[in-house]
């Protein structure tokens, strides 16, 4: 058995037939042995018969999900590469020798692609407008940019794999993130990845709309995309709150003027917000990083590996309380001038300039000491 031909499948009775039928005949014109599989997610409309009546194998998955479905049904495979695809009739099995003959060339992953930009085409009413022109092409570009793959329809469902990538990246997704962790997860992984055209027919289903919900599907799947790159989402965006915090204390300390603008004690508060706020951020990327390889999301990053040797327990508390008794001195000196004036009023920018260093260093330490007892729970499965 070279190829298993995987369907999800729920209710789907009014398209199945048609998917099954073209599965057959695209698969003899590709010339390959094969097999169909109907991964059924509970369908209630007779689907499971229509798909034994072509001569499928249906395969029950009770999990629920888009991904569920497609897992239960590739691990019953048999084949040495597996081509996936909806059964809703948007997709042409027709074009599964294009398929074939990319994955006969030597690549791990062929992904199809509906958009022009990758010499697909979408026929009239196929797709909604704000999928095709903003949600797709924007999703698309993120995925190129952020993780190099080489693609221009993320979310396209008909792909074909060889079953050795498939079992390589340890899938976790059960719903519609499926799809995109799988591009991910192979594009990280530097495998070869080819796109082929193909060209998206209107949805078929006349008893019920379609499973997608833009707004719903399209907010998870930028939340996945930031669980999966959580330096852009908070490592730097806070390293860049960091250095401007920094400059604005290399300015307000010394009280500098320029020009007309004079440098002072507000200057040197909002540097300390934009310093506590992005210490935060590069805390929680390490945190989001550290919690996506423990749950299998991401692969082991060697470079990770090496940066947890030094964030322990040890060295955060280390840091963590260096920077306490570092606040907690400028804290205790600001008093001391208080006392030292009899509890009245004391010279304000004067006063600040100690008070605020103090209270941010004694905030960055307590976070310190906390996120570090947080990694080394959360690093634990890592030994």
């Known amino acids: 058995m070279k190829l298993s031909v995987v369907i999800p499948c729920l209710n789907e009775a009014d398209t199945l037939a048609s998917c099954l039928r073209k599965a057959q005949a695209g698969l003899k014109e590709a010339g390959v042995e094969a097999e169909i599989i109907v ?23 009770p999990t629920k999900g888009y991904g569920a479905a497609l897992m239960g049904g590739i691990a019953a495979s048999r084949g040495e590469y597996i081509l996936m695809g909806d059964a809703d009739d948007s997709y042409d099995f027709g074009e599964i020798p294009k398929f074939a003959r990319k994955i006969a060339g030597g690549f791990d992953l062929v992904q199809g692609c509906r958009l022009p930009a990758g010499g697909g085409k979408v026929a009239p009413g196929a797709m909604p407008w704000s999928h095709r022109w903003i949600g797709n092409p924007l999703f698309s570009l993120m995925v190129r940019i952020w993780f190099h793959a080489p693609i221009h329809d993320v979310y396209c469902g008909m792909r074909c794999f060889t079953r050795k990538l498939y079992d390589s990246l340890d899938q976790q997704c059960t719903g519609m993130e499926f799809a995109t962790e799988m591009i991910i997860k192979a594009s990280l992984a530097k495998v070869r990845i080819s796109e082929v055209p193909i060209t998206l027919h209107k949805d078929g289903r006349i008893t019920h709309p379609p499973h997608l919900r833009t707004f719903r599907d399209g907010w998870r799947t930028l939340r996945f995309y930031l669980m999966y790159s959580p330096r852009w989402l908070f490592l730097i965006p806070g390293l860049g709150m960091m250095l401007f915090g920094l400059l604005c204390y290399s300015v307000a300390l010394p009280g500098m003027v320029v020009g007309r603008i004079h440098f002072d004690v507000h200057t040197l508060l909002y540097g300390s917000v934009a310093i506590l706020c992005g210490y935060q951020s590069v805390l929680f990327s390490i945190l989001a990083k550290t919690y996506a390889i423990n749950t299998r999301l991401l692969p082991p990053d060697p470079r990770f590996e090496r940066l947890f040797r030094y964030l322990n327990l040890e060295t955060g508390s280390l840091a963590g309380l260096s920077c306490l008794l570092a606040g907690f001195a400028l804290l205790l000196f600001g008093f001391l001038n208080w006392r030292h004036a009899d509890y009245g009023n004391l010279n304000y920018p004067q006063t600040m300039r100690i008070a605020i260093p103090g209270a941010t260093l004694l905030s960055v330490g307590f976070q310190t000491l906390l996120s570090g007892f947080f990694i080394s729970l959360l690093g634990l499965r890592r030994k």
């Open 39 to 61: 991964a059924d997610n509970g369908s209630t409309d007779g689907s499971q018969q229509i798909a034994e009546s072509f001569g499928a194998r249906v395969i029950s998955v």
